[in-house]
């Protein structure tokens, strides 16, 4: 599904926290979003999701003002925002809630479990589970609603690094051919999961630079692949390094891991 964001402006209490910026993902692009903290990769993803009015600018998904409640867009979050008094099953469903008919509800979320290998930790609680496997919860919870857009807030970012690598290819494969908009601390992981990075400047982000990824995303994972992605990855963050060193010094607070 085609995502746009015109003159896309956001504000708390007077204080800018983004834009303006435009931004177009076309129909099953990827797209990852990078920028220093606190520059509004957060609020950029909340308003295209539609939990965030923006001060100004508006939101077309194929080139529509989103309407209704079956808006379809999902959102994955860093902290996987899970329901601890419900079950793994229970999160999954929740947002099928008052849609559908029970029996595709049930199909739906079998299915989905299956895909993010959790069918048998359906009557699980979160609390049983480990961080890749919350996260998993998450992105199921994300899939069972069959978005046209899914939209991820660092969902990496809570996780070690190898279960990261793991989460990070097992999500290339669930989510091959939609339309994704991928925000990440990580600049590895925007040029391994991206057809295009989009860099943010520092508050309020506006897009300073939009670079694209020019090998197949197949191929990335392999040593040939390797120079090139460094040279992107060195690239964007000569763009990004001192943006991050001032977001740095002037929140400090937060990981500043954008260099790591
Ligand atoms: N609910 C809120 N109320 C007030 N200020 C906020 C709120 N959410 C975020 N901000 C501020 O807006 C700016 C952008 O935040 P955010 O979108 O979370 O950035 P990022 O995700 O890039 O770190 C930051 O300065 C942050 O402190
Ligand atoms: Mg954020």
């Known amino acids: 599904m085609r995502l746009r964001a015109e003159g896309l402006a956001h504000a708390y209490d007077g204080i800018e926290a983004l834009g303006p910026l435009d931004l ?8 990852a979003v990078i920028g220093p903290s606190g520059c ?7 308003i295209l999701g ?21 808006v379809p867009l999902a959102y994955v979050f860093q902290d996987f925002a899970l329901l601890p008094w419900r079950t793994v099953e229970a999160n999954v469903a929740l947002p099928l809630e008052d849609r559908l008919g029970a029996a595709e509800r049930r199909e739906r979320v079998r299915a989905a479990l299956a895909r993010t290998r959790l069918a048998d930790f359906a009557r699980a609680y979160p609390r049983q589970l480990s961080g890749g496997m919350r996260q998993r919860v998450g992105i199921a919870r994300a899939l069972v ?6 939209l991820l807030d ?17 999500m290339l494969g669930l989510t091959a051919g939609a339309t994704l908009v991928w925000v990440t601390h990580h600049l590895d992981e925007a040029v391994r ?29 392999r040593p040939s692949a390797l120079a090139e992605l460094a040279r992107l990855r060195h690239e964007l963050w000569g763009l990004l390094r001192e943006d991050a060193r001032r977001a740095e010094a002037t929140l400090g607070a937060g990981p500043a891991d954008a260099g790591a």
């Open 154 to 170: 660092e969902p990496l970012s809570a996780l070690d690094a190898q279960t990261r690598e793991l989460l990070l290819e097992e």
């Open 24 to 31: 177009a993902v076309e129909s099953g692009e990827r797209v």
């Open 50 to 70: 539609g939990l965030v009015r923006p001060s100004r600018g508006r939101v077309l998904l194929e080139g529509e003002p989103p309407r209704g409640s079956l």
């Open 145 to 150: 609603v069959e978005p046209g857009v899914l």
């Open 193 to 221: 999961v991206a057809d295009r990075v989009v860099l943010l400047s520092a508050r309020p982000g506006r897009v300073r630079a939009i670079l694209p990824v020019p090998i197949p995303e197949a191929e990335r994972g």
């Open 40 to 46: 509004g990769k957060s609020t950029l993803l909340a």
